[in-house]
């Protein structure tokens, strides 16, 4: 075709009247606890910029702690306001839910990513190198380990205070995550917190080349499973015509108006609706770290920086099972039939496997990794119950397990050697006699992850088999108890090694943290024995809030 031909199609094609474009209606107020968390990582990374580098660390720590606290207050408000219930509603153009799960969600990921930026924060674990504090991060990440710039880095007493922006964007993407109300929302969050992730994993100051081989498994697998969720979404688009939850929801249950002749052809295609529903669950089933989509677990766990892993294992898994709930009972409950027995087995193969393999692990960084794969098959069974019940069972069950997990590694941080965390197992022996209170505290949050009675893991694990049970997935909860007893052997067997074996001679020392260390593992010890004794108020607090906006 010449090129006239092609110039007069477009001017043409430009003759017709063009319709004014709308202005976007944004609900600022209501979208604020995540605009507040953004701003303040801009505004970190212009302190990284601007602020002289001795001045960094105090304004990185009160700017992300101010941050937060001001986020939740903001989403507080919010739920007091009603936006929980009578106001529930889709805001910013149908791109984001404010609704209950997604506020009491996101106060759950803003308490826990607080106790997890004081474990970031904390600089006496270490000795001193040349008159200077040093933290869990390298001294310049940029250098290469073990060469001569890290080591003039360490001499000169420089900081990767960069870690606190990164977390502030990380946290940012993770409150739109589950309130996310479009695939395209979806993506953009779980890149917002992925990648600072990926970086955060890859800034050890000990272990560095662990720690980068960890970053570099953890980008890549994720790579891989944001491909298999974007696939999905091109599919399910073609199916419904949109990206938008409700109309696809619309489209599954064949109450649909309005169809636009283009895609009529394609629209209701089953295969479209299959393929691409089970590529959306498989990207998110890997940010839960459900088998078989686990493998990326155990070693990021073990090779991350630990109070990032802290941070990871608790704050990801709450936002991921957000979006798994809000995609599953929003988007596919026309689909139940075909998704409930594809999550049957991966529940099943979670929970054993997560409990079987943990038993073989020598490092408790790695144990503590298995221990979270069963537990994302424990929260599963509250998923596949499809009744209000499992969404308020599984709404308690993650705060009860976010602040176990961040308190029970805030306390592998304090047991050291020469090289800083002592994680093999065999060093734990003894512990007990050497600080009782140490291992006393961790002996805790092992109860808790094993569901002993009296700890908020007895209460979440009883309120998501209970809902599994009401809702027809009997079996799934005698597997979950099966899974449980075995699990209870490794973590019980912590425990008789910490307070029943010799210490040795050349055992690790236990670090007198400071007090934003100690803060995060009372308020961990808190929150478990609280859950665990009187977990009425907030099983009701989770029941009010688990109706989702359609």
């Not at 709308?22 to 602020?51: C, D, R």
């Not at 994993?201 to 491909?227: D, I, P, T």
């Not at 688009?237 to 283009?262: F, L």
């Not at 009187?534 to 607090?541: I, N």
């Amino acid at each position: 075709m010449s090129a006239t031909a092609v110039h007069s199609l477009w001017t043409m094609g430009a003759a017709g009247p063009i319709g004014k474009i709308p202005t976007p209606h944004i609900e600022y107020a209501q979208l604020s606890p995540v605009l507040i968390i953004l701003g303040a990582a801009m505004v970190g990374v212009l302190v990284e910029a601007f602020v002289p580098r001795k001045g960094r660390y105090y304004a990185q720590v009160f700017l992300s702690v101010v941050a937060v606290v001001a986020s939740f207050a903001a989403v507080v408000a919010l739920a007091a306001g009603g936006y929980g219930s009578t106001k529930a509603h889709i805001a910013a153009m149908g791109a984001v839910a404010v609704d209950g799960p997604a506020l009491f969600l996101q106060g759950t990921i803003l308490l826990a990513s607080l106790v997890a930026v004081f474990t970031f924060a904390e600089r006496r674990l270490d000795p001193e190198v040349h008159g200077n504090r040093t933290d869990s991060f390298a001294a310049q990440a940029a250098s290469v380990p073990g060469s001569d710039g890290e080591k003039e880095a360490v001499r000169a007493g420089f900081t990767t205070t960069e870690v606190f922006p990164l977390a502030l964007f990380a946290i940012g993407g993770m409150l739109v995550f589950p309130a996310a109300n479009d695939l395209l929302t979806l993506f953009v969050a779980l890149e917002v917190f992925s990648l600072p992730l990926y970086l955060l994993c890859a800034v050890a100051r000990r272990k560095r080349l662990m720690s980068q081989e960890a970053a570099v498994k953890y980008f890549l697998l994720g790579a891989f499973s944001s491909a298999f969720l974007l696939f999905g979404i091109a599919l399910l688009y073609g199916y419904a015509g949109s990206v938008s939850y409700a109309r696809i929801a619309e489209v599954v249950d064949g109450t649909v108006q309005n169809v636009d002749p283009a895609l009529a052809d394609t629209m209701g295609n089953d295969a479209l609706l299959l393929i691409g529903g089970a590529m959306i669950l498989l990207g998110l089933l890997f940010k839960v770290g459900a088998v078989p989509f686990h493998m990326w677990t155990p070693d990021v766990y073990q090779g991350a920086p630990t109070p990032v892993t802290g941070f990871m294992a608790a704050a990801t898994k709450v936002a991921a099972f957000g979006a798994l709930l809000r995609l599953l009972y929003v988007v596919l409950p026309g689909m139940r039939w075909d998704w409930r027995p594809v999550m049957w087995a991966v529940a099943i193969i979670t929970m054993l496997g997560g409990a079987i393999v943990a038993i073989t692990q020598t490092d408790i960084k790695r144990m503590l990794a298995y221990s979270s794969i069963a537990h994302a098959g424990f929260i599963l069974a509250g998923v596949i119950a499809t009744t209000p019940e499992g969404v308020s069972s599984v709404l308690f069950y993650l705060v009860t397990y976010s602040f176990v997990t961040i308190g029970a590694f805030a306390v592998v941080t304090l047991v050291r050697d020469a090289e800083g965390e002592a994680t093999h197992l065999s060093k734990w022996a003894g512990l007990g006699r050497r600080s009782p209170l140490v291992a006393a505290v961790f002996a805790v949050f092992l109860l808790a992850f094993a569901g002993i009675p009296l700890t908020s893991g007895f209460s979440g694990k009883f309120a998501v088999f209970k809902a599994a049970a009401d809702g027809g997935a009997g079996g799934l909860v005698v597997v979950g108890v099966i899974s449980s007893a075995i699990a209870a052997f490794f973590y019980i067997r912590v425990i008789v090694l910490m307070f029943f074996s010799e210490p040795k001679a050349d055992g690790p020392t236990v670090a007198v943290p400071s007090p934003l260390t100690m803060t995060t593992i009372a308020v961990g010890v808190a929150v478990t024995l609280v859950l665990g004794l009187a977990p009425q108020y907030f099983l009701d607090l989770a029941g009010q809030a688990g109706v989702f906006v359609r």
